[in-house]
Every structure is written in C-alpha cells, then in structure tokens.
C-alpha cells in the first residue's frame, strides 16, 4: 500500500524535527518528502544566534577575577561560593527553557534535532552557566556543518575539558579521562583502539584548559612534546593531530553514521544501509548535511517499518505537543520538572554516555506519567511524582513528593512558587483556534478518525468508539479538543 504525503511528511517532521506545527497540517498534503526536506534545509541555514542567559552577577564577577588575576577566586567566603553556585544553578535552568523554546517555536527545526542529537553525543554536565552556553553554541552553529569541525570545537571547549578533566593532564601525571571518552564515545566506539592508543593520546593533550572565560588555553609548560604513537602512527603529536588521526580512521565515520541511523531512522541498525552512508559520509570529508541528504530524500527512509517505530523521547515528546497545540505557559519551569521526571533533563545527562534512548524511555510509571501529560496541560488535573533525588539534576531543590496540577479553573487561587515547591501549576493556556479551524471542512462523523491520522504515526491499535465514548460531544469544537486530548494520552501517541 503505497504512503500519502501526508504520513510521510508527518514522518520527516517527526524525525528531521520535533513533529508537525498546527500552522504546518494544510501544507502535508500538497508537498512531496523532497520538497518539504528542502524547505526544512532552506529554514535552517541561518545561523543560530548566542544564547545568552548568564546573570548580571555572575558577569560582573567574571569580569572582576580576570582585572584582579585568578587568586582573587580563593577570597570568596562560603556565602559567596552559595551563591554563585545558585546563579549557576538558575542560569543552566534558563538555558534549559530558552532552548526548549527554541525548538517549539522556530523555523530551523533540522538545526535544531540536530544540534539535540548532538547535545546527547557530545554529553556533558557542568554547572557553570558560561560554559554550557559556550558548547551550546558550538553544537548549535555546527549542527549541520562539518562534523570534524565541531569535534575539534567541542574538545575546546571549557565544558567538555572541566567534565572530563583534561584540566589535570599534565605532562608526568596524565589523566586520560579525556582521551579515553574521545575515542570511545566521540569517535572510533569502544574496541577499536588499544589502552596504549589511549595512554599516548592522553599525552597530546597535556596541556590543554580553558581560563574563567571560557576561552581555550594551551599551557605550553604542562604539554609532554615527546614523540607519540596513536593508531600506528608516531610522532610528536599535540592533541589537534591526534583528532586528525581519529577522523582519518573510516571507523568513526561508520560510529557516528550508525548512531546518526539509530536515532533518526531505526534502532534496528540495518548493516548494508549503514555501511553505505558511513563510506559518503567518509568520502565527503563529514559533512553533516549531505549525510542526513543521503537519510531523508531516500526512498527507504519512508518504508512502513521506519515510521511509527521510535518511541518519542521525553523532551521530543513535550516539545511535540506544544508545536500542535500552542500555548503560553505561565509556570515554564513545570516542564523541566517533567522532563526530570520523565528522565530526559537537559543539560544534565546521566554520564557521559549520555541518554540511552530508545525502550529505556518506557516503563510502567513513565507511561502512565506519559500518558497524562495533556491533561495535566489542558484540565485541572493533579498527581503526586516522586522524582529521583539526585542533587545535580534536581538543581538544589530537594523536595521529594511534588504536586503537579493542570490550569486552574476561574476564581481558584493560584499557588506561588516555581519547579521545586511542593504545589506545581502547569497554568498552560492552549490557542486551540489554529487547530480546531484546521478541521473545519471534515464532516463530523470522520472527525476522529482526521485527528488520529493526524496525532498518529502507527496503524492505530486505539478505537474510535472509546475515543469517542470519552470525548465531550456537546458541541464540534468541544469534540475535537477532547478528542485530541484523548488521542495524546494513549501509548500510540508515545511513538513516532
């Protein structure tokens, strides 16, 4: 059975971005995979402005160690450290919801899935503010560039040198933390290189840092310039030498295309496919935009088995219902309470490794937690969530039970406070006029079945009966809202 554009296009947007826009459901239909890829391409090759959320404070201090030199750093008292610590805390949180509004509300969805994808390859957690800003940037404004580029901009960066502590490497005491995960995670994949290759490229970079900025260092005095052999290959390599080494091995080509595969096509890597990508990926010297060419105009990109098999990861599912549904959202920090809960928290992966992604999204108390969401959203809705307390990705707010509770109806006292206190509003108020105008041609009675096909990307397994039994059908605009609703809270909507 040959695909509609429709479900192709809704396919694309899902994996080449962060799902359909409401504004975006008329143009499905009337445009062909390439003409809608190459739209999507067209929106993002401006480049991403900074994103700048750093406290006054925290400049200001900045600014007032580089005037005085570093040992100034030493003559903050314990006060002052809390309260750094707590404008970093605030400004990683800022940058958090300034980017996830980025990905609801802009046209250069492909920059920014990309520079998502990146964000969970290149994973990294730091509690300065300046310095998350700074990889952020680098991820963002190479996204779709070169790949060897961004590697080389990414290991000079202050956030990924503190995270894996290239800042003790030193020439005599070696700390190989940061070669270790270059190769491992960043380029070659585990067993393909030998605990010498990484001995010896931990030497190359001695010496690498970063200053209170954020700026790149090389301390000259602290760099072993001896002679170096990485991957059968010897000289008196400095670490800039040992990333060129790295890229001219096909295997990172091939890592890098089947995790590139996995997260925009399938889990179930198939090898041929792979093998094939990775060789042009290689041969056009890693560039990022021709490989996701090479995906996304494919035929087989847009087989039956490739679209509905991905379960939507928790920031691809937040961001998803809010591009359908717009919404001002009066408590935004709500979110990142959901995104913790559901255990996607950016800016704060797991390891190093970053998300696993995948069936390690679902188990019995995620989806149900899944499944409430555009409740919780759209109705006066509440449940208790027990968090994972963990410090780092609770930012200082250790609070345990939290109350999470939809808009709150006319005259009802809205609770103060912000993501931490034990009362939390989501207050999200819905522009449903878009979207339910996008309906207004279909006769009432294929009402739900328009919505499903819309909502869904899997052969539907809900019934439109129940569907229909548990929407309110006193009126068509009150039907296609609970219906909608309905439709978001069942595990079908929880692929993509």
Known sequence: MSLTNQLKNQHLMWRAGFGPAVEQLSDLPKYTPKQFYKA???ASEKKPDYIDVADDYLKGLVMGFE????????????????KVQQKNREGVRNLNMYWMHEMVNTASQLREKMAFFWHGHFACRNLNVFYQQGLLDVIRRNALGNFGTMLKEVSKSAAMLNFLNNQQNRKDHPNENFAREVME???????NYSENDVKEAARAFTG?????????????FQHDFGSKTVLGRTGSFDGGEVLDILLEEKQTAKYITQKIYKFFVNEKADTDKINWLADRFYKNEYDISKLLEDIFTSDWFYDEQNIGAQIKSPVELLVGIQRMLPMKLENEEALMLLQRVLGQLL???????????GKNWIDSSSLMMRMRIPKLINDVDEMNVKAKDDDDT??????????????KKPGEQQSGGYAGMRRQQIDANVDWRPYVKHYESVPRENLADTISKILLQTKSRVSMDIIKQFSDQTGRENFIKTATLQIMSTPEYQLC
């Open 40 to 42: 999507l391409v067209k």
């Open 208 to 220: 690498w840092g970063a200053n209170i900025k954020g700026e790149f260092q090389f301390r000259r």
């Open 347 to 357: 800016f704060y992966p797991p390891n190093v490794a970053g998300w696993p992604g």
């Open 185 to 191: 995670l960043f380029t070659l994949g585990r067993g």
């Open 67 to 82: 005037e005085a030199g570093r040992q100034q750093k030493k003559e903050l008292d314990a006060d002052e450290r809390k």
């Open 394 to 407: 609770m930012m200082g707010m250790k609070d345990g039970n939290v109350l999470l509770k939809g808009t």
